[in-house]
């Protein structure tokens, strides 16, 4: 009998708790509409997290993207400084400046579209720097121990451009 008893009780005590929890849902629904609450007007497609991805908070998308294209900036001074510096034995001896003066070229135009959408000062080092490798084209171009020398004062300045950080160092 003492089992049978304990069933009822437990069904007692579940009955209570579903009465109770409906007398919570019914005191909740009349708080809410209580407050001028309708489901009609909720919006269907909320979707908070897809809503904030598209919005910039406060800037940050344009502060990452400006970062993103200040990095592309120093990865290709740094890129530029190792091919230059590679290539550094054979502007000196004189041999194989064809191939130095197409390097020379490449570097250029890999420095051009690193630098395209740059800001004022930046576009301005870069131009500064687009001329000193012309000028390095044309001492290539001409042969000699001038080339050697062109090619140092171009790669130290992509290093004072990366700010004394350069790849070789």
């Known amino acids: 009998m003492r089992g049978n008893r304990g069933g009822t009780s437990a069904g007692c005590v579940a009955?209570?708790?579903l009465v109770l929890a409906v007398a919570a849902l019914l005191l909740a629904w009349s708080a809410y509409r209580r407050t001028g609450g309708r489901l009609d007007r909720l919006p269907v497609d909320i979707d908070p997290i897809a809503?904030?991805?598209?919005?910039?908070?406060g800037g940050v998308r344009d502060a990452l993207d400006q970062g993103r294209r200040q990095v592309e900036r120093q990865t290709a001074l740094a890129q530029a400084e190792a091919r230059l510096t590679a290539l550094r034995g054979e502007a000196a001896s004189g041999r194989g400046l064809a191939a130095v003066e197409r390097e020379v070229a490449q570097v250029r135009g890999d420095l051009a579209r690193a630098f395209a959408g740059a800001g004022d000062a930046a576009r301005d080092r870069g131009q500064s720097l687009?001329?000193?490798l012309e000028k390095l084209g044309e001492q290539v171009r001409a042969?000699?121990?001038?080339a050697a020398a062109a090619l140092d004062k171009v790669v130290e300045r992509i290093r004072a451009a990366l700010g004394g950080e350069g790849a070789g160092r």
């Open 15 to 17: 009955g209570l708790a």
């Open 51 to 57: 809503d904030a991805a598209d919005r910039p908070a």
């Open 130 to 132: 687009d001329r000193d």
């Open 143 to 146: 042969g000699g121990a001038q």
